[in-house]
Structures are given as C-alpha cells and as structure tokens.
C-alpha cells in the first residue's frame, strides 16, 4: 500500500520474538530510530517496504510500514504521536516487565 507523503520517512516492523520495535538500515533491521535509514526518496521508501515484505514468510518480525519524520537538528524526530511512543519503549512501569530485566523466554 503507497504511503503517500513529501517528506523523509522511515520503515518499521516490530520483532515476533518479543514485540520489540524495529527500524530498517540498508536490508536489515536495528532497535533504535537513530540508526534506522531515513528515506528522502519517495521511492526508495517503497522499495524498502517491498524488500521488507518479502521478508515476512521468515516469521522473525510482523506488520512492516512506512512513518513521516522530520530531521531536527541533526536527530530523527516522528510526525506521530505513536511513533514518538514506540521509540520511546515500554509505556508501563519502568520497574516491571523486560525493561527492568524481568522478562523471561522458555
């Protein structure tokens, strides 16, 4: 589905494994915004995101799509309120859950 927009954007997915979120870089994924590729080519935007859903048969993350941001002084900021809360991390209590290192895979 185009994601229509003039100006940069970025691709994110979140990982199955444990639903942490994920930014595309150069045919890969990372953990943090900072380091995720910002797209200024609408284009190339989409072509990433095709590159993205190919990849979803491998089951290693889900729901791929495309987010405006905007370059503030040399830092990646979201348009959206949602994607300022997902680069953000968890929204529950920082002294529960796997931020506080209580997360456990059987």
């Known amino acids: 589905m ?4 003039t100006g940069p954007q970025m691709l994110t997915a ?18 943090s915004l900072a380091e995720g590729e910002v797209f200024t080519d609408p284009a190339a935007a989409e072509a990433a995101l095709a590159q993205a859903q190919a990849q979803l048969a491998e089951n290693r993350f889900v729901a791929p ?31 529960t859950g796997k931020q506080a290192g209580q997360f456990h895979v059987e």
């Open 65 to 95: 799509y495309l987010f405006d941001v905007r370059l503030e002084a040399g830092r990646i900021v979201p348009v959206k309120e949602r994607e300022i809360i997902r680069a953000a991390g968890p929204t529950v209590h920082k002294h």
């Open 14 to 31: 979140n990982r199955l494994r444990d639903g942490d979120v994920l930014y595309w870089k150069a045919g890969h994924w990372v953990l």
């Open 2 to 5: 185009a994601h229509h927009t």
